[in-house]
């Protein structure tokens, strides 16, 4: 694994920068490229929004998320969306996606997970993970 994205979903938490700060950390330290992913899902559903911004130097006792959240989730019924999005993962180089999330970041990157590795990172306050 060469690259992979990463996004924060749902919810503001505190956690959020201090997860990003820690998946750089452990990036690097494998040699592993990180490209943080703006706005989560919408990012990937919305072809005219930039999709990327580099993670310099992160403060990780700021929280929120310097990357930006939404609520946009993938309905995976919809084939047409998700083989655009894939098709979107694939032309950015990405072989992996984290997503920092809670129980609609976990549903929504479910469909992913059978056409690239992925992982979830909860940040979830209310104990809601299924």
Known sequence: ???????????????????LYGAVIRANELRIEIIGLIKGFSSLQNPQMPHTRSIPELDHTYGGTILGTSRHY??????????EIVDRIKRLQIDGLVCVGGDGTLNGMQVFS????TVLTPKTIDNDLG
């Open 1 to 19: 694994m060469k690259r992979i994205g990463i996004l924060t979903s749902g919810g503001y938490t505190p956690a959020l920068n201090a997860t």
């Open 74 to 83: 993938i309905d995976d019924s919809n084939q047409e969306v998700i083989s």
């Open 114 to 117: 059978n056409c690239f590795p």
